[in-house]
Every structure is written in C-alpha cells, then in structure tokens.
C-alpha cells in the first residue's frame, strides 16, 4: 500500500490542524492505521492507533487534544489536532498494516508501510 500524507503546516499555539493520509493499492480495511512523529534530533513515538477493529489508542501526551478517525469509502486516515503547542512540533508519519499485534501497536517497527510526512510546527 502506498500512503500520502498532506495538511501539515505553520500554527500558533492553541490552534488546528487536521492531517490526511490517502492510502492506494492494497485493501484499507482490516488494516491497523497509526499515526507517528519524529522531533528533530528525537526517536519516532506513536501519536495515536485504529486497530483493525476500530479500537483506537492514544499517547499520553495528546489525549484530549488529537482525534484519529478513517473513511474506508475514501481509503483516508485523519489526523484532527487541536489545542496544539510548542513540544508538537515535528515531521508527522502515517503508516498501517495488515499484520500488527495489539500489543506492538504503538511500536514503529510493527509497520512496513509508511507515507512520507508532512512537518507540523506550532510557534509560542
């Protein structure tokens, strides 16, 4: 599956975005779909999960404030950011596969697809 990730950009702190990851080729459902991010000199971390299933999962960090959601009909992942700040600053990564296990959900390494992020920067 290939993955195009778009709706990155410049944002106050406080304010919204909403990032999409069209996805084409392989099936979209029964896919795992996440969201990652990577900070300037900072490892990748998990931002937020749909399980095949529907569960969805959240780091600490952006409970409350991130909303993931799919549409199958469109093969779309969103990403709905809201009250953004400063430490959210960071090149944004969709990914999914076929074959994560709960478990390993919020680790990278669990995907082999990914799309090619959109950086997101949140000025103070």
């Known amino acids: 599956v290939q993955l195009q990730a778009s709706g990155g950009g410049l944002v106050q702190a406080g304010g919204s975005l909403r990032l999409s990851c069209a996805a084409s080729g392989r099936t979209f459902s029964g896919y795992t779909w996440a969201w990652f991010r990577q900070a300037t000199g900072k490892e990748r971390e998990f931002v937020a999960g749909?399980?095949?299933?529907?569960?969805?999962f959240y780091a600490d960090s952006v409970k409350g404030r991130f909303t993931i959601s799919r549409d199958s009909a469109k093969s779309t992942l969103y990403l709905q950011m809201n009250s953004l700040k400063p430490e959210d600053t960071a090149l944004y990564y969709c990914?999914?596969?076929?074959?994560?296990?709960?478990?390993?959900?919020?680790?990278?390494?669990?995907?082999?697809?990914w799309g090619q992020g959109t950086q997101v920067t949140v000025s103070s």
């Open positions: 990914t999914g596969s076929p074959s994560v296990i709960l478990s390993s959900l919020r680790v990278s390494s669990s995907y082999h697809s």
């Open positions: 749909i399980w095949r299933s529907g569960n969805i």
